[in-house]
């Protein structure tokens, strides 16, 4: 019977984020075994994302989590938005990398990468701000030995530009009854009650969660569906996000 997949992620985690809404998903993770998908900023210096005092031993944590199982995506470099390029997803207005040229995306990418490196937490994913990149970011990934996005259309993993993509539609538990979906969560602007029905969910549905990593292996098991999906995805995908602005 195929039933669908779902696995946590987490976007803007800096120092400075809401940790108190960040926490019980943490204790979650701990409490059902369950691995998080983690998009963590190199060097922030997007000011709206400082929303509380900054977490002692911050790259401790996040190695941690590392050694907890957890994805460490790269989320970018600074999160800074310097185009209003809507990348090839056309999700939005905005981005860090889109519209860039090749040399300048790379230098970026590059930047951020050692960082995460230098910490010791550096993984081969990549979560682009507000979803957005374009063929050059693609083309500076795959120079850059990265292998996974965490971004896409569709209900199944797919390649995308030489890296494996996995399809990001849904904020919330929303599904067609098969395939994987990654509910991407942003803790800064997450509710306590929000919080909890999103613990209480993955709680009693537990068995329907999964790891990034684990994501990354399922395939299609009917031929031709992945592709129709991520064309019947993309349109109503663009119309959502622009509706929530």
């Not at 209003?84 to 590059?110: C, D, I, M």
Request: charged fraction near 25%; hydrophobic fraction near 40%; charge should be neutral.
């Amino acid at each position: 019977m195929v039933v669908p997949k779902f696995l946590l992620r987490f976007d803007d985690v800096t120092p400075e984020m809401a940790w108190s809404r960040f926490d019980p998903f943490d204790e979650l993770s701990k409490d059902q075994d369950l691995p998080l998908l983690v998009g963590v900023v190199p060097k922030c210096l997007d000011e709206t994302l400082v929303i509380e005092p900054a977490r002692d031993a911050f790259w401790e944590t996040v190695r941690g989590w590392a050694d907890r199982g957890w994805s460490i995506a790269q989320h970018g470099y600074t999160h800074q938005y310097v185009t209003e390029h809507p990348g090839l997803l056309r999700l939005g207005s905005k981005s860090e990398l889109a519209g860039l040229t090749y040399e300048e995306q790379f230098a970026k990418l590059q930047a951020g990468k050692k960082i995460l490196q230098e910490q010791g937490v550096w993984q081969p994913v990549f979560m682009a701000p507000s979803h957005s990149f374009d063929e050059a970011t693609l083309r500076a990934l795959a120079d850059l030995d990265f292998k996974y996005l965490t971004d896409g259309s569709g209900v199944y993993p797919y390649k995308f530009g030489g890296l494996t993509a996995v399809p990001q539609l849904f904020a919330t538990p929303l599904h067609f009854g098969f395939g994987v979906y990654s509910i991407c969560l942003h803790v800064n602007t997450l509710s306590e009650a929000e919080v909890e029905k999103i613990v209480g969910f993955v709680k009693k549905n537990r068995s329907r969660f999964i790891s990034f990593e684990d994501a990354t292996s399922i395939r299609n098991p009917v031929p031709g569906v992945a592709m129709a999906m991520r064309f019947l995805t993309s349109t109503p995908l663009r119309a959502m996000r622009r509706l929530r602005g």
